[in-house]
């Protein structure tokens, strides 16, 4: 079915109900065993699509559309949205906060069990007290910007975040269900793969770009992973419920249901899409004024970017709604869409590791646009399901391996620490290699974790 194209770069031709053909970027032994190449595949068949789907090196299996895949619907042919091109949980992101403070003068271990009470985690956990309705619909208009007009927070957890924080949303198009499941859950973490991590830079590569983030070795960061909650999760079941409606049952799995933008279903998406990303926003914005109440230096932002998202951008002249599911925006130097305190060199591009291994700080490259719509990565990428990892690995011989290498693990369950274990994932540095070698971002600095926090 691929075709090798490049040293690292593979395409499954157009062929059938296929649209455009796939293109995959990857090592030879990083393909996937999974359905997730099927699932690109099957993705090929939505109509509008431009130039080709594209596939990132941690690319797995998810629903309908795979984990890893960017496409592009051409606006001026109609243009789709689909629910499953931009996954449950919606605007599951990672913000990095930069300290003024060296890693080797914290106590962490300390500072790890003080962030764990600042902030619930787990499924379905939120805060005993809940937030006003006007609240909520405040947050899931403006996203961060409401957060700073109540004395939450610092300029620059908007400034410096895809979006600024806000896209338009329109609440009228959010359903009192998925309100309602979002009223206690602004500044919490959830669960599965989403974490609280305590960082140090641990190699800087680009000495140039790192001086424009702000970062140098030995320093302490903190990255925060999560997403939208139960409040996105419940307007992507019900929107793609609406999506079935619409599309039919042409197309080779359910799960790719779309529809127009321009119809009344399209429209009403794109509006509840955008107050759970808000909504996300929001909530990362929180969880790190929260920290901040218990962190012994300064904390300030790098960076904060969306992973499961849908957006209407440029691309070689060609106006599009570009869908990422499970990868980062990688927009380069002078993009006017770069922060303009990054401008000069391009956006932070934030890519998380597995629990116990490096993650990485990487810039957008220009070279993106033409092989991936201005995108690349957005983590490790799962080798395991999570049920088969709780099966084959146990959470307490993973949490007291870390603790020998000197990373502490706090969660509410050893099963959730199984489900996360460095073995169930891809590894980080190939995953990096890949897209660098690739041109869709560049290597920054390499970090290590020094403390988890899971639901």
Same mark, same amino acid.
């Given at each position: ?11 499954? +031709? ?17 393909? *996937? ?31 309908? =559309? +795979? ?13 789709? &949205? ?14 990095? @906060?930069?300290?003024? $403070? ?58 410096? #975040? ?52 702000? /970062?140098?070795?030995?320093? %302490?960061? !903190?990255? &925060?992973? #999560? ?23 042409? !197309? ?7 529809? +127009? ?25 929180? /969880?790190?004024?929260? &920290? ?6 300064? $904390? ?49 591009? @934030? ?7 490096? *993650? ?16 690349? #990565? ?49 590894? =980080? ?10 041109? $869709? ?5 390499? !970090? %290590? +974790?020094?403390?988890? /926090?899971?639901?």
């Amino acid at each position: 079915m691929l075709e090798r194209v490049g040293e690292y770069i593979w395409e499954v +031709p157009r062929k059938g109900n296929m649209n455009v053909p796939v293109r995959v970027y990857a090592s030879e032994n990083m393909i *996937s065993q999974d359905n997730s190449i099927k699932q690109a595949v099957n993705s090929a068949a939505l109509p509008t699509l431009q130039k080709s789907i594209f596939v990132m090196p941690d690319i797995h299996e998810g629903y309908g =559309v +795979p984990i890893g895949c960017v496409l592009g619907s051409r606006i001026k042919e109609g243009g789709i &949205i689909s629910p499953g091109a931009i996954g449950f949980d919606i605007n599951c992101g990672v913000r990095v @906060l930069k300290s003024d $403070l060296a890693a080797s003068s914290v106590d962490i271990s300390r500072l790890a069990r003080d962030m764990q009470k600042k902030v619930p985690s787990g499924l379905g956990k939120g805060f005993k007290n809940k937030i006003s309705s006007g609240d909520l619909e405040g947050i899931m208009s403006k996203g961060s910007s409401f957060l700073l007009e109540n004395g939450i927070g610092e300029e620059d957890d908007a400034v410096l #975040c895809e979006e600024e924080g806000c896209m338009e949303g329109d609440v009228r198009s959010v359903s009192d269900s998925a309100k309602k499941r979002g009223l206690d859950q602004v500044g919490t973490l959830g669960s599965g793969n989403h974490f609280l991590e305590l960082q140090v830079v641990k190699e800087v590569v680009d000495e140039s770009v790192a001086r424009v983030f702000g /970062i140098h070795e030995g320093q %302490l960061l !903190l990255m &925060i992973h #999560c997403g939208s909650r139960g409040l996105g999760h419940q307007v992507a079941s019900e929107y793609m419920k609406e999506a079935l409606k619409w599309s039919g049952t042409d !197309l080779p799995d359910k799960e790719l249901a779309y529809m +127009p933008f321009n119809s009344s279903g399209g429209a009403r998406y794109w509006g509840a899409m955008s107050c759970a990303a808000n909504f996300a926003f929001a909530n990362r914005h929180a /969880i790190a004024n929260n &920290i901040r109440k218990v962190f012994p230096g300064k $904390l300030s932002m790098l960076y904060d970017v969306a992973h499961n998202i849908a957006k209407r951008e440029v691309h070689e002249e060609d106006d599009l709604f570009v869908h990422r599911k499970g990868a980062t925006r990688s927009f380069w130097k002078g993009h006017k869409e770069v922060s303009y305190k990054y401008r000069e060199v391009g956006q932070p591009v @934030l890519v998380p590791g597995s629990m116990g291994t490096a *993650s990485w700080i990487m810039v957008g490259k220009e070279s993106s646009e033409s092989m991936s719509f201005g995108s690349t #990565c957005h983590g490790a990428g799962r080798v395991m399901s999570r049920g088969e990892a709780k099966r084959n690995i146990k959470g307490e011989e993973i949490r007291s391996q870390l603790s020998k290498r000197g990373v502490a693990v706090l969660s509410g369950s050893f099963s959730g620490i199984a489900e996360e274990a460095p073995e169930a994932y891809k590894d =980080v540095e190939s995953v990096v290699d890949i897209v660098s070698k690739n041109g $869709l971002s560049g290597k920054v600095a390499r !970090l %290590l +974790p020094l403390a988890a /926090i899971k639901g």
